[in-house]
């Protein structure tokens, strides 16, 4: 089972801001960094933030992602049908030495 | 570009093995290791376990230790996954992904079904 627990759902209406919570421990989001993973349907997942708050190249800046402690997020600004997707959180696990994802989330744009 | 291409869908009968390819092109093979993540139906992302492609060194999941192995040919530039003694619960889509764990870049995807 995921160690790393988010929300099931969250929504909003487009042009809205919408933060999506990942709730983990001191073995993995409080001693290394978190990833965030968006997963349209049907496809493979696309890394969206790496190293808690970096967004790769080609992403767009309304989406944030923070971390504070043993917790982390992931805010969507500006809404659009587009980030219509399934949310993942991720770090690495120092006591399973193993990598561990989020519970997901799935984001629906009203 | 960096492009991950995996093998096709598998259907295997359950204590049967599984073995997934995943072919890279666009960058130096032996500069990245191969992650694998699976995704059962309608579940959310499991890591599998990782293996570098420099040296071979891997990294398996507490879960599937024993009944995972995961290997490289660097002359092809390939890497495979083979998961023993099938269970139903198997049944998942497969991705190989590139690095350890920051995944960047993704395989399309591989459905094995496991069903008798």
């Known amino acids: 089972q995921s160690v790393l627990t988010q929300p099931p759902s969250a929504s909003g209406t487009p042009g809205q801001r919408v933060t999506i919570s990942c709730s983990g421990s001191?073995?993995?989001?409080?001693?290394?960094?978190v990833y965030w993973y968006q997963q349209l349907p049907g496809t493979a997942p696309k890394l969206l933030i790496y190293?808690?708050?970096q967004r790769p190249s080609g992403v767009p800046d309304r989406f944030s992602g923070s971390k504070s402690g043993t917790s982390a997020s992931l805010a969507i600004s500006g809404l659009r049908s587009e980030d219509e997707a399934d949310y993942y959180c991720?770090?690495?696990?120092?006591?399973?030495?193993?990598?561990?994802f989020g519970t997901g989330t799935k984001v629906t744009v009203l | 570009q960096v492009q991950l291409v995996q093998s096709g869908a598998e259907v295997k009968k359950p204590g049967a093995s599984v073995k997934v390819s995943c072919k890279a092109s666009?960058?130096?093979?032996?500069?990245?290791?191969i992650s694998w993540v699976r995704q059962a139906p309608g579940q959310g992302l499991e890591w599998m376990g990782w293996?570098?492609?420099?040296?071979?060194?891997?990294n398996y999941a507490q879960k599937l230790q024993g009944r995972v192995t995961m290997t490289t040919d660097t002359s092809t530039s390939t890497a495979y996954m083979e998961l023993r003694s099938l269970r139903s619960d198997d049944t998942a889509v497969y991705y190989c992904?590139?690095?350890?764990?920051?995944?960047?870049?993704w395989g399309q995807g591989t459905l094995v079904t496991v069903s008798s």
């Open positions: 666009g960058y130096t093979f032996t500069s990245y290791g």
């Open positions: 001191s073995s993995n989001i409080g001693s290394n960094y």
């Open positions: 992904a590139r690095d350890k764990w920051e995944l960047r870049n």
């Open positions: 293996i570098s492609a420099y040296n071979g060194n891997t």
């Open positions: 190293r808690n708050n």
């Open positions: 991720a770090a690495w696990d120092d006591s399973l030495n193993g990598g561990v």
